[in-house]
């Protein structure tokens, strides 16, 4: 078995963190990437760190869950969240990016680097007698999906993932939509298009009435809960809509000083700003069914689509039964599994978890010891999420305080609040994650010194 070259198979945001810590650390990467050679249903280029859904990497607000992850990640070098900050857009208190310069960016960083190997062509198969981390994500292929699942010894889970429509700029009414993001907090960064309450039952009733594409016979719809379509969500109750997606509190419309009956937000694109996101509208209506739909929305009556939303299978494996906390397959020890193929659901997490990996690949290749992030952080309660949840039924989980384990109280016995839980919980990860990388470190110096 080769030590000083490890393969890591998916070029996305997992595959592409994995390869660079790996590279970084002195070792030479082969990195599989099948597109564009073969396609996927859901990507459209054949660049590396291509998103999909969002372009949102979620909150970038101090203290919350998905912000002490981004911080635990720059303490640990991450090269895909130092390129996502490089290439944000406007996105009020989230982290969003211009996909394609991201994109682009990862992509010309990742094949610069001397010790990486990018590969155009199929991994059909886990390898044998090498060190290799699958991070191939939702949309492996058929063949390598078939290894996995006689690797693995037992059927993959799925749910159903599926992409939120664009529209340009340019066919926006702003004379009806405004710019203002939730509680006037930062910029005015969102456009948002204001319903009343007719116009709000109009798109409703015609949103639940609209022709779905109709899944294979042979399979069930189960969709994660925090990525619902818009139409799934909709059939929950008239109201459902309006305490999620289409919430209006805290959006005022500046030219009336009135909150609205429901709102749609739309987030900015890319960094030339001609293209918007409608904020949770991902679903799996017909292509017809959607522009008839969504031009029902007050300032979208001449929307152009550049990108309508669509539904595709994501497959993920039954972690609790498969993976070591070092992300190791419990079959066999120089196995790595990272990113949504992993059972996270998220992109900050896919990085973390290929971050993680690379790290403890390489580690595996110096025949050292490997780590396990402290439970106390954000990652390492991630990963034990991953290895420790319910195996029966077990779902992809995004970071969130619930999962991390409660704070020491300073004066045992007193009653505190979640935001007091909160910020105690954020200030004890950052301060064991930094002690995390000088651990990292000491093992990296001793491993390839």
């Known amino acids: 078995m080769k030590r000083d070259e490890i393969i890591v198979a998916g070029g996305g945001l997992a595959g592409s963190e994995a390869a660079w810590q790996i590279a970084q650390s002195g070792f030479r990467v082969r990195l599989y990437e099948m597109r564009p050679v073969k396609p996927t249903p859901a990507h459209q280029t054949d660049a590396l760190a291509e998103i999909v859904c969002s372009n949102s990497f979620k909150s970038d607000q101090e203290g919350s ?42 992509t010309q960083t990742v094949s610069g680097h001397p010790n990486i190997e990018i590969l155009r062509q199929e991994l059909q198969s886990i390898p044998q007698d090498a060190i290799a981390i699958i991070a191939t994500g939702p949309l492996t292929s058929d063949s390598l999906s078939k290894s996995i699942r006689n690797f693995a010894g037992e059927e993959h889970l799925y749910f159903y993932d599926a992409i ?40 409703y009733n015609a949103l639940i009435q609209a022709e779905s594409v109709p899944l294979h016979p042979c399979e069930k719809a189960m969709y994660f809960e925090a990525c619902l379509p818009i139409e799934e969500m909709a059939r929950r109750g008239v109201d459902t809509l309006r305490f999620g997606p289409m919430k209006p509190v805290g959006l005022a419309d500046p030219r009336t000083g009135r909150i609205p009956y429901a709102a749609v937000q739309l987030r900015q694109e890319n960094l030339r700003a001609d293209s918007f996101n409608l904020v949770g509208f991902q679903n799996h209506l017909r292509f017809g069914e959607q522009e008839r739909v969504f031009r029902l929305i007050p300032g979208l009556e001449q929307a152009k689509f550049p990108r309508l939303g669509q539904i595709h299978r994501n497959t993920f494996i039954n972690s609790p039964r498969i993976l070591e906390p070092t992300l190791q397959a419990r079959q066999d020890e120089n196995i790595f599994f990272a990113g949504q193929i992993s059972g996270v659901e998220g992109y900050v997490e896919c990085i973390a978890t290929g971050l993680l990996a690379g790290l403890n690949a390489v580690r595996r290749a110096a025949c050292e010891t490997l780590l396990v992030p402290p439970r106390t952080t954000a990652i390492g309660s991630l990963i034990h999420y991953l290895v420790s949840a319910d195996p029966e039924g077990f779902q992809p989980e995004n970071i969130n305080f619930g999962i991390m384990p409660a704070p020491e109280v300073p004066r045992p016995g007193r009653r505190i609040g979640k935001k007091e839980k909160h910020l105690l919980q954020t200030r004890r990860a950052l301060e064991d994650m930094a002690g995390f990388k000088a651990l990292f470190q000491m093992r990296t110096s001793r491993a390839t010194g």
């Open 65 to 106: 869950a998905p912000w002490l992850l981004k911080e635990e990640l720059k303490i640990l070098d991450s090269l895909l969240i130092r390129l996502a900050y490089a290439h944000r857009v406007p996105s009020g208190a989230s982290l969003s990016v211009d996909r394609e310069r991201f994109a682009a960016a990862v």
């Open 164 to 203: 939120s429509p664009i529209v340009d700029a340019d066919s926006i009414d702003m004379g009806k939509a405004y710019r203002a993001s939730r509680y006037d907090k930062g910029d005015p960064d969102f456009i948002n298009c204001p319903f009343t309450k007719v116009e709000y039952l109009a798109f």
